[in-house]
């Protein structure tokens, strides 16, 4: 099998995963748009074998995978900042989230110990009755 149907076939399985991962919804736009990129540009390099080296030889790089290993770096590195970002962000919201129920936490059982302390209503009065309607009198 050629390099070129082994990157057609690893395309197509690349875009095939990420249209399926979000049909399910279990990948978020946003990062699945990034993967169908990638999966697209390794589709047309694969389509097309000498768009990589003529792109390598105008930006000047004399062979052309150190090109490719340039933009896969750039990629992984804007990834990499990318997620750590979201990563920053979420601990904030964790921590935000954390202080507010510990918040509510606090509230709840400074009620509890005000309700400890009050005499104890009954939810229901029993109904007055006749003696002389009870059995047996």
Aim: net charge neutral; charged share 20%; glycine share 6%.
């Amino acid at each position: 099998m050629s390099v070129q149907v082994v990157g057609i076939i690893g395309a197509a399985m690349v875009l095939a995963v990420m249209v399926e991962l979000l049909r399910r919804r279990q990948l978020r736009e946003k990062y699945a748009a990034l993967w169908l990129l990638v999966g697209l540009a390794v589709l047309v390099l694969a389509l097309f074998p000498g768009l990589l080296a003529w792109v390598a030889n105008t930006l000047g790089f004399e062979v052309p995978s150190n090109f490719l290993f340039l933009v896969a770096l750039i990629l992984l590195l804007g990834v990499t900042v990318h997620l750590s970002w979201e990563l920053s962000r979420v601990e904030e919201e964790t921590r935000s989230l954390a202080e507010d129920v510990a918040l509510l936490r606090a509230d709840i059982e400074q009620v509890k110990a005000l309700d400890r302390h009050r005499p104890a209503k009954r939810l229901w009065q029993p109904a007055a009755t006749d003696d002389s309607e009870r059995p047996g009198r």
